[in-house]
């Protein structure tokens, strides 16, 4: 059973940064496409950022200047740098194969809030 473990999230002022983290089990972590993935109150989650088994990088262009998607093979995690953060960026932050696979859930995700 894939399982996705998200840490990292908190609450921070506009201007700062976090590094989220994401440690998956369960499945052969190094071919898979892992995604970050985030859901606003009332709004439906969205794709971040992925990264190919082989590190390739693609964001959603509004965040491409701000978030850093990467991967550690070894460890079977995934991160995401997030700096200059607005108060837009508050959502509940989610990993997840990408594309996303049939059967594979959601963990419980890592919330972030950015206020003043």
């Known amino acids: 059973q894939v399982q996705f473990v998200e840490s990292g999230g908190g609450y921070v002022q506009p201007g700062g940064s976090l590094r989220l983290s994401c440690a998956a089990s369960?499945?052969?972590?190094?071919?898979?496409?892992m995604g970050w993935y985030r859901q606003a109150p009332g709004k439906q989650r969205e794709l971040v950022a992925s990264?190919?088994?082989?590190?390739?990088?693609n964001y959603a262009d509004a965040l491409k200047v701000r978030f850093t998607i990467s991967r550690d093979n070894a460890k079977n995690t995934v991160y995401l740098q997030m700096n200059s953060l607005t108060p837009e960026d508050t959502a509940l932050y989610y990993c997840?194969?990408?594309?996303?696979?049939?059967?594979?859930?959601w963990g419980q995700g890592t919330q972030v809030t950015v206020s003043s």
């Open positions: 369960g499945t052969i972590f190094r071919l898979r496409g």
């Open positions: 997840n194969t990408a594309p996303l696979r049939v059967g594979i859930s």
């Open positions: 990264i190919t088994p082989g590190g390739s990088t």
